[in-house]
Antibody, heavy 117, light 107 residues
Framework: QLQESGPGLVKPSQTLSLTCTVS??????????WNWIRQPAGKGLEWIGR???????YYHPAFSSRVTISIDTSNSQFSLKLTSVTAADTAVYYC???????????WGQGSLVTVSS | DIQLTQSPSFLSASVGDRVTITCRAS??????LAWYQQKPGKAPKLLIY???TLQSGVPSRFSGRGSGTEFTLTISSLQPEDFATYSC?????????FGQGTRLEMK
């Protein structure tokens, strides 16, 4: 299981920080990678980036200048930091486990983050 | 980036209907395509991966076909719990991306 946690409200220009806690199995087992995805209200899913347990990351170019994804295998957690947020970053943020070029499964329940002063 | 375009964006159907949703890729993505179901306020649920492999526990009325640039998701006989939004996802190379979604509503 995956569970997102973090502030639900972030002020414009500040940094959005979320953590995903992985339970029910080791975060460093298998050929998995760990993803962040977001979904603005009424819109489609946007992949933000991923991290392997080695710490290797890949970010979507649309976010690469503002995003950092890190992993803490000792606590079975991985994290998202998105800097200089604006109202356009208001969305439900999901974490999900990726398996090769196959799929994302499972997903966390999602965490609504609102950017507002 | 390789774009995924789903059609239709909105579909109205009745229980028992057979429905098909199409996902077209702007370039060849082989069979690296997955389908998800999402209900309001819930996370996406994996239905199909590798274009046609049914995820464990997913009812057999769901099926997927295609390769290259054109893919379909078919529900053979709609059940009340199938009314939801369906999204395709390509995983052939980075950046990973999703289609815009198809909202399936009850007629």
């Amino acid at each position: 299981q995956l569970q997102e946690s973090g502030p639900g409200l972030v002020k414009p220009s500040q940094t959005l920080s979320l953590t995903c806690t992985v339970s029910g199995g080791p975060i460093n087992g298998g050929d998995y990678y760990w993803n962040w995805i977001r979904q603005p209200a009424g819109k489609g899913l946007e992949w933000i980036g991923r991290v392997y347990t080695s710490g290797n990351t890949y970010y979507h170019p649309a976010f690469s200048s503002r995003v950092t994804i890190s992993i803490d295998t000792s606590n079975s957690q991985f994290s998202l930091k998105l800097t200089s947020v604006t109202a356009a970053d208001t969305a439900v943020y999901y974490c999900a486990r990726g398996t090769g070029r196959l799929n994302f499964d499972p997903w966390g329940q999602g965490s609504l983050v609102t950017v507002s002063s | 980036d390789i774009q995924l375009t789903q059609s239709p964006s909105f579909l109205s159907a009745s229980v028992g209907d057979r429905v098909t949703i199409t996902c077209r890729a702007s370039q060849d993505i082989s069979s690296y395509l997955a389908w998800y179901q999402q209900k309001p306020g819930k996370a996406p649920k994996l239905l199909i991966y590798s274009a046609s492999t049914l995820q464990s526990g997913v009812p057999s009325r769901f099926s997927g076909r295609g390769s290259g640039t054109e893919f379909t998701l078919t529900i053979s006989s709609l059940q009340p719990e199938d009314f939801a939004t369906y999204s395709c996802q390509r995983l052939n190379r980075y950046p990973i991306s999703f289609g815009q979604g198809t909202r399936l509503e009850m007629k």
